[in-house]
């Protein structure tokens, strides 16, 4: 077997720390087949010409590297990537400790060779492989979880086999399409309000937690933050979709690129309801055909506000610019005053944060996500401020559309979205009352519930209908009542993630179910 005993045990190890999937009879028959003894020269270099190309694609096949049509995808983008961050992947893949990894075992091996028959353990280990249980993330058919009942830890059973996990997901699927927002016309003699939603691209909760930074920076002047909140995507597109779809419950990722059916385009809906559309955005959307996926798909049919004349903060990962967001948006409430329409909907994109942009400070530039996310947040403090001194009244709602993925996974690296896990698709959404009755300070109402894009509109819905800037108001209790809950489920090309009990569930493309338990628990 030679070297390829190294190939062998090699992805063993990965096997056995969760770093590699093993597919027993794929890795038994190319075994079998380097086994064989060549009977001369020429056989041998015909058997490795053979065998050379079946274990690099046994091996992508055994990854947790996307499908191949997306990793071709990815490999197309990477010509328009800058050499900056090129640069910086390639660092995130070679890491210190897998060169260091790779050559322990390179050293371990050539010591082991000379002493061990190493196919022998190839074998044994795939043998054990197959004999172990069929799927090692799914030990068992049933794990128990914890429920509350009546103010105490109940104990519940939760079917983890791939059929029960393919109901629980088509019955979800079957729930949302019974949810529907509807949005009732402003009445006319209320005081009028605009609504802006600022759609912030690589932000989520574990993103904060990773960078150990308190959420009050960034929260602490709303009035109310829903912390369990799921975006349903790690990627910009359709995330950007499903808010602007979010009338409607949920969709299968694969829907989402059909038309929209009536009555689910948000902007359609808040139009309808007295209030004039507006788009801007702090880049040109070319990348990943975000801006088709905003007018087409969601429904922003208006047009784009010009950003040319804001000042550039960050030059983004494909070398185009990044302009300031208080510069964009401080220039469209300028003109937005100078109208006649009463009530505005602002849709606002901004990839300040996304993985890769360089802040441009003068003679040098800086990536680091923490920078950025500081001059983010003080841009928002900035142009809440300003809200405020104009007197308009204005509901703000601050919605990320995935995380940043900046701890990584054993499956992904770090920045990697591919699997749609919760600490990528749980992200904040906070919403504060511009000029309207203010809680007492420290009374911000959090949410815990299990939410998604219908809450969020049932909450604009509500507003519209009583409108909350009339007389003192007794705060925002009544219009986070009885939202419409919705199961954590995210999709990112066609690997989907969901919840299951205390349990996070993975289904590949290919419709196989494993289990991210000890990836994901930092999300919960």
């Not at 597919?23 to 058997?47: G, I, M």
């Not at 400790?97 to 075992?105: E, F, K, P, Y």
Request: contains cysteine; hydrophobic residues 45%; charged residues 15%.
């Amino acid at each position: 077997m030679g070297l390829w005993s190294a190939y062998f045990l090699g992805k063993l190890a990965l096997y056995g720390l969760g770093r590699l999937d093993f597919s027993p009879w794929l890795n038994l028959a190319l075994a079998v087949f380097t086994a064989l003894p060549p009977r001369n020269v020429q056989q041998r270099f015909a058997k490795n010409l053979i065998a050379l190309p079946l274990g690099i694609v046994l091996l992508y096949h055994d990854s947790f590297l996307p499908p191949l049509p997306r990793a071709l995808e990815a490999l197309r983008n990477l010509s328009t990537f800058s050499a900056a961050y090129l640069a910086e992947l390639a660092g995130r893949v070679l890491s210190g400790q897998l060169v260091a990894s790779v050559a322990a075992t390179a050293l371990l091996y050539g010591l082991a060779r000379r002493k061990l028959r190493l196919s022998t353990f190839v074998f044994a280990g795939i043998l054990a492989v197959l004999l172990a249980p069929t799927a090692r993330h799914l030990a068992v058919a049933t794990v128990p979880r914890a429920a509350a009942a009546t103010g105490a830890a109940a104990r519940a059973e939760v079917d983890l086999t791939p059929p029960a996990l393919d109901q629980q997901l088509a019955e979800f699927y079957a729930q949302q399409k019974q949810l529907h927002v509807r949005f009732n016309r402003a009445a006319a003699d209320e005081p009028a309000f605009d609504i802006v939603l600022l759609h912030v691209c690589s932000l989520s909760w574990d993103d904060l937690r990773t960078l150990q930074v308190s959420p009050a920076g960034l929260f602490g002047s709303f009035d109310l933050l829903l912390t369990n909140f799921g975006s349903g995507a790690s990627y910009s597109g359709p995330a950007a979709i499903r808010l602007l779809r979010g009338a409607c419950g949920e969709t299968p990722e694969a829907r989402l690129y059909d038309p929209a059916e009536a009555g689910c385009l948000v902007v359609d809906g808040l139009q309808n309801a007295g209030f004039a559309p507006q788009w801007a955005m702090n880049h040109d959307g070319h990348f990943g055909n975000f801006f088709a996926d905003v007018r087409d798909r969601g429904g922003v049919t208006v047009p784009l506000e010009d950003n040319s004349g804001a000042s550039v903060a960050e030059t983004a990962f494909d070398g185009t610019p990044v302009y300031s967001d208080y510069s964009v948006l401080s220039r469209w409430w300028a003109k937005r005053q100078s109208e006649p329409a009463p009530r505005v909907v602002l849709y606002y994109n901004s990839i300040s944060l996304h993985d890769g942009n360089r802040l441009v400070t003068g003679a040098h530039s800086d990536s680091s996500y923490g920078a950025r996310l500081t001059n983010f947040s003080r841009d928002v403090g900035r142009f809440l401020e300003l809200l405020r001194a104009s007197g308009r009244r204005v509901v703000v709602v601050l919605i990320a559309e995935h995380g940043a993925a900046l701890g990584g996974d054993r499956r992904q690296i770090q920045g990697l979205r591919e699997i749609p896990t919760a600490a990528i698709a749980r992200v904040p959404v906070a919403i504060t009352l511009i000029n309207g009755a203010r809680p007492a300070p420290g009374t911000q109402l959090k949410i815990d519930d299990h939410l998604s894009y219908p809450a969020l509109n049932e909450i604009l819905a509500r507003f519209i209908s009583h409108n909350p800037f009339l007389g003192e108001g007794a705060g925002l209790g009544d219009y986070v009542a009885t939202l419409p809950r919705t199961a954590f489920v995210a999709e990112n090309a066609g690997t989907t993630v969901i919840e299951a009990g205390t349990h996070y569930m993975m289904r590949a493309p290919d419709g196989s179910w494993s289990s991210l338990d000890g990836i994901d628990d930092r999300a919960m």
